[in-house]
């Protein structure tokens, strides 16, 4: 009861010890009731809400497992899980992170569709995580498809489909395709700044981030310059302490565009700054 009622209150961290405990007092013969694995499932859930991720995938897992013995009445929440472990995996162990994405969009394929929501989210994970180790090819071909779904169920002004955009474009920048990424970069950029008109926003700044890349790859190095300032000065609002990654990636870029744009001094005032932050 106690669990309940601190997890009801929000308060993961006393409520996780407590449902461990709860968890070690189940009967042997219960491991796979519908107790034991909420069980289960909330102590991972916990733990990746407390950004332990390392604690909650052997939870994850274990639920997984359990779940097996009535996959037919899981399977949904099996998918949801299994795309989680795809992200817990993903800047770490590649393989892993590949077979539970795979297994997510397999599930929502037989259950939803190709034509769904979900499906075009696990197209969409699968391909960033394809991008991040370095097979492009096998990315775009999920970008596309992602891309294509959400054209249908959505519209050409929603963040999904405004982030199959982007990602696309960043995956043909990566190929060298310039002239494909262009229009995908900048339509992406549209969406977002349209569905953010004060431009204060994460996912717009993503945007200029990689407009920029795709800029600077282009040799338009004044264009890069001002989306990268664009992109740095609202990755520092957001958080004004700007420590954080996203920050010191962009100030890194932009570092590293003006030694190329020739003006070593204002490059090296910033590599002291992303060498304080990455302390």
Request: with cysteine.
């Amino acid at each position: 009861d106690s669990a309940r009622i601190y997890q009801e209150e929000g308060d993961v961290e006393k409520a996780t010890p407590l449902w461990i405990k709860a968890k070690d007092n189940l009967p042997a013969d219960s491991m796979y009731s519908g107790t034991s694995i909420f069980i289960s499932n909330t102590i991972g859930d916990n733990y990746f809400l407390l950004s332990q991720n390392n604690k909650a995938a052997p939870y994850y897992i274990e639920t997984l497992q359990r779940m097996q013995r009535n996959y037919s009445f899981y399977r949904i929440r099996y998918a949801g899980l299994a795309d989680t472990l795809g992200q817990i995996y993903f800047n770490g162990d590649a393989t892993k992170s590949a077979f539970y994405f795979s297994k997510a969009k397999n599930i929502r394929d037989t259950v939803f569709g190709r034509n769904s929501a979900l499906y075009a989210n696990s197209c969409n994970n699968l391909g960033n995580l394809y991008g991040r180790i370095g097979k492009y090819d096998s990315a775009e071909i999920l970008y596309r498809e992602s891309k294509g779904i959400r054209e249908k169920l959505f519209s050409r002004n929603h963040p999904d489909y405004a982030q199959s955009c982007n990602n696309l474009s960043d995956v043909l920048r990566k190929t060298g395709r310039f002239e494909e990424a262009e229009p995908l970069a900048l339509e992406a950029i549209a969406i977002r700044a349209k569905l953010a008109p004060e431009k204060q926003h994460r996912l717009y700044a993503i945007s200029c981030n990689n407009l920029a890349n795709l800029y600077k790859d282009m040799g338009q190095f004044e264009k890069a310059a001002l989306l990268y300032i664009e992109a740095k000065d609202i990755r520092a609002k957001i958080k004004p302490e700007k420590q954080h990654s996203s920050y010191a990636e962009t100030t890194n870029a932009l570092a590293g565009l003006y030694y190329q744009m020739g003006e070593p001094e204002k490059a090296e005032a910033l590599y002291f700054e992303v060498k304080k932050i990455r302390k």
